[in-house]
């Protein structure tokens, strides 16, 4: 593909993208792919020129667009394939949220913000209605989770061995939405330890979350053994 030269930017009153400072501190040094840049901050600058709201993207709609296209590969079926692998490392990242239609034929992404957070939670509870390429709306779509290590490595810092067995039982034992919500809450509150985590999921299977009903079973299974008095990450 030959450079392309840029003439620079032009004189006169330019329009402006926002873009959160913790994206320079925090997300910026954490993505080591150059297609998941380039979608993120695509998708940042669309975001906040698109009309409806809640705001969010659909899947269809990067795939029609010739710029995005244009800067990931020269041949259009490369391009989708290199487009949707972006998609899917910022998922895994948490930058967005992403919700899939059961048939698999339509995606939406939400920024992982907290109003885009809260559209992604009304369109899981099916009170917003998302339309897809063709205008259809979508009732009941599923929804792609990261996992527990990915949500420590975002939040935390480098999995220690000693912690991945407690992640795993601790995924095992409590709900998805539950952990994503206790380490957001960590972050939020700069306590990004696996003892903060631990500690906010076991008070809402013992007390209830959100008044609803306790967790039952054996919730401390993961927390025993000789090194559980030593776990600080």
Do not use: C
């Not at 993120?40 to 906040?48: E, F, G, I, P, S």
């Not at 949220?97 to 885009?116: E, I, K, T, Y």
């Not at 205008?135 to 939040?155: C, D, F, H, W």
């Amino acid at each position: 593909m030959a450079e392309r030269f840029f003439a620079g930017f032009p004189d006169g009153r330019l329009r402006f993208t926002q873009v959160p400072d913790v994206f320079f501190s925090e997300l910026l040094p954490a993505i080591d792919d150059l297609g998941e840049l380039k979608v993120t901050l695509h998708a940042l600058w669309r975001l906040q020129r698109v009309e409806r709201e809640p705001r969010y993207l659909t899947l269809a709609e990067l795939e029609t667009d010739p710029a995005l296209l244009g800067g990931l590969a020269p041949e259009r079926e490369e391009a989708i394939e290199a487009l949707h692998d972006a998609v899917a490392r910022a998922v895994r990242r948490g930058s967005f949220l992403r919700l899939q239609d059961r048939q698999g034929g339509q995606a939406w992404l939400f920024l992982n913000s907290q109003q885009g957070r809260e559209a992604f939670e009304r369109a899981m509870r099916g009170e917003l209605s998302l339309e897809g390429a063709a205008g259809q709306s979508v009732a009941q779509p599923m929804v792609e989770r990261p996992n527990i290590y990915t949500l420590y490595e975002q939040s935390i810092g480098l999995l220690q061995p000693l912690i991945a067995d407690q992640l795993r039982d601790a995924e095992a034992t409590y709900p998805a939405e539950w952990i994503e919500e206790a380490f957001r809450i960590a972050v939020e509150q700069n306590a990004r330890s696996w003892a903060y985590v631990r500690k906010v999921l076991d008070r809402w299977a013992r007390e209830g979350k959100d008044g609803g009903a306790r967790l039952e079973g054996d919730r401390s299974r993961y927390i025993k053994g000789k090194y559980a008095d030593r776990i600080q990450h």
